[in-house]
Each structure stands twice: as structure tokens, then as C-alpha cells.
């Protein structure tokens, strides 16, 4: 009987062996990137830049797919409804994911049960620009101006529900000033008004208004960050400004269907963070406004959480609905 069992168990771990051997490694086929948002913007150069460093560091290949509609929603649930194997991954735009989560209760996904977070990506703060005829030369007479001119200084956002919104609420709230929310259909249309003087600020990333800062069109009062920007160093802080604690930032990340196999996504995790903290992507990220800020999958979830419980309670507090 033991030499029968002996022979089972052997044969048994060869025909393990022999299944074990021939599952492929991963990435083993085309791994798709899909960005929810068109091409060139934010998110599109963040994915594209990564996408490039993983395929000459670790010999990915990787597609990267624009899937634009519904806010991100439409890229988002796609992903979400995905074989969970780890070659349909979604280049998110977590702080509007987060923001719509709170803003929308129905949407077709939970961004917590349906994805698994792989790493983040990168943060980018928002500035505090004022049109360069503004009679504030810094964050303290900007706050006296908007209290004298009480719900008459204008701001504009890329949308009602956008983190630029959101970042205007929070100044309101945290300097107990009322100020004019104007909404645009992008940063684009906001930025025109705000160099030609048709609103008064804006919360807006370094990136999209570099140009328009080094020309003098516009200026800058502070930063939403709780240390200074390492291009901006001159420009203080929130938090030196009298309102300590005071974050506002786009932060893009990475996720894959939750049920992916645990292997793959620490596997994932290992690659996406090894691009991420490498000195030419450092480089890169820094010329378009943005800080390469790679994590562990469980400093993404303790993200996620801290921030859908931050973002719910302004959403609630400040009556914001969704256009």
C-alpha cells in the first residue's frame, strides 16, 4: 500500500508539475492600458509616458487605448466588467473617480468592490491663479478682496463637480468668504477667461497654465500642497498662508479588475513602480506639472478611503449636484 501511494503522490506533483510548467508568466500577451478621457490630456500623457518605460525596462507590450465619455465613467466600467487576468487595466483619474463616486450614487460600478488599486501614479497640486490686474498681490489681500466684494469674485472651473470646484468650495469654506463659481466645459475655455480677465481666478494644475505664468498673464498665490512645488519654489503654501492643511491635487493611479489574481497584481505593482521611480519618468512627469508618486496597493486603498470619506462630505455639506 505504501509503495501504491508512494507512486500516486509522485505521479500526482508531475502532473502538477508539468501544469505549473506550462502557465504562462505574466504578461504573457498584450496588456491594454485604457485611458477614459481622450488623447492629450493629463491622463493620456501620464499613461503613455509609463506605458513607454515598461515596455524598455521589463519588455511589456502595451497598447494604450483612449476610451473617452461620461466623465471617465464610460473607460472606468469598461475596465471594471473586464476578464479579471490583468491585461485590461485602467489608467485612472482618481481624484475624479473619487469625486464622482460621491457625486453620483448610481453609477454602473463601485470603485472600491469592483476594483483592485496597483500603485498610484502621480499627484499634480493646484495652484491658486489670479488674472495679473487683480489688485492682490498675495493670498492674504486676495482674501480681503473677496471678503469686500462678498459674491462678486468670480472663479471658473472645468466642470460643476471637478476638482477645481471642489477646490473653490474648500477656499470658500476654509476662509468663510463667498465667491462666484462660473463652470466651463474644460480647462481650455477656462484658462482663455481667465488670461482675458472675464473671471477673476482659478484653482488650476501648473502644467495647463506654465506659458501663461512665465508671460506674466496671470499669477500665482499658493499652492494646495503641504510642501512648496520643487519648479515653484517662491510660491508658499495653503498651509503658510493661515489655512494649515489645506490639500487640493489631481492624482492618477493604476487598477485592475478585483478579482485579478493576486500574483499578477503584485507583479504589476513591482513593475509599474520600478517605471515610476526611475530618473528620466521623474524628469518627464516634473515638465508636465506633475510628481511621480508610486505606492504599495495597500497606501492606494488607504488613499481611496481617506479620500471618498473627504470628498462625500464636502459634496454633502456644500449641496453640489451634477449638471
Known amino acids: 500500500m505504501r509503495k501504491i501511494f508512494s507512486l500516486a503522490l509522485v505521479a500526482a506533483l508531475f502532473q502538477f508539475g508539468s501544469v505549473s510548467a506550462q502557465t504562462p508568466a505574466y504578461p504573457a500577451k498584450q496588456v491594454r492600458f485604457i485611458v477614459p478621457f481622450g488623447a492629450g490630456g493629463g491622463v493620456d500623457i501620464f499613461s503613455r509616458t509609463l506605458a513607454q518605460r515598461m515596455r524598455e525596462q521589463s519588455g511589456y507590450t502595451i497598447v494604450v487605448e483612449n476610451i473617452p465619455g461620461a466623465d471617465g465613467n464610460i473607460g472606468a466600467d469598461l475596465v471594471a466588467k473586464a476578464p479579471a487576468d490583468g491585461y485590461t487595466v485602467l489608467m485612472s483619474a482618481v481624484t475624479l473617480q473619487i469625486i464622482n463616486s460621491a457625486l453620483q450614487p448610481k453609477l454602473p460600478y463601485d470603485l472600491v468592490r469592483d476594483f483592485a488599486p496597483i500603485s498610484l501614479g502621480t499627484t499634480a497640486p493646484l495652484f491658486l491663479a489670479v488674472h495679473h490686474a487683480l489688485p492682490a498681490k498675495d493670498f492674504k489681500e486676495f482674501s480681503a478682496l473677496a471678503k469686500a466684494r462678498a459674491g462678486k469674485l468670480s472663479y471658473g472651473s472645468s466642470g460643476t463637480g471637478s476638482s477645481l470646484h471642489l ?157
Open 167 to 323: 477646490a473653490g468650495v474648500m477656499l470658500d469654506k476654509a476662509t468663510g468668504n463667498e465667491t462666484l463659481h462660473i463652470p466651463y466645459k474644460g480647462g481650455g475655455p477656462l484658462m482663455l477667461d481667465l488670461i482675458g480677465g472675464h473671471i477673476d481666478y482659478a484653482w488650476q494644475l501648473l502644467g495647463v497654465m506654465q506659458s501663461s505664468v512665465d508671460s506674466g498673464k496671470v499669477r500665482l498665490l499658493g499652492v494646495a500642497a503641504l510642501k512648496r512645488y520643487p519648479s515653484m519654489p517662491n510660491v508658499p503654501t495653503m498651509a503658510e498662508q493661515g489655512l494649515p492643511g489645506f490639500e487640493a491635487e489631481t492624482v492618477y493611479g493604476i487598477m485592475v479588475p478585483k478579482a485579478t489574481p493576486r500574483a499578477v497584481q503584485e507583479k504589476l505593482n513591482a513593475d509599474v513602480v520600478k517605471a515610476l521611480e526611475s530618473p528620466d519618468v521623474k524628469k518627464k512627469f516634473l515638465e508636465q506639472g506633475m510628481e511621480s508618486f508610486p505606492s504599495t496597493q495597500d497606501a492606494f486603498a488607504n488613499y481611496l478611503q481617506t479620500n471618498i470619506a473627504k470628498y462625500t462630505k464636502i459634496v454633502r455639506e456644500s449641496g453640489i449636484k451634477k449638471d
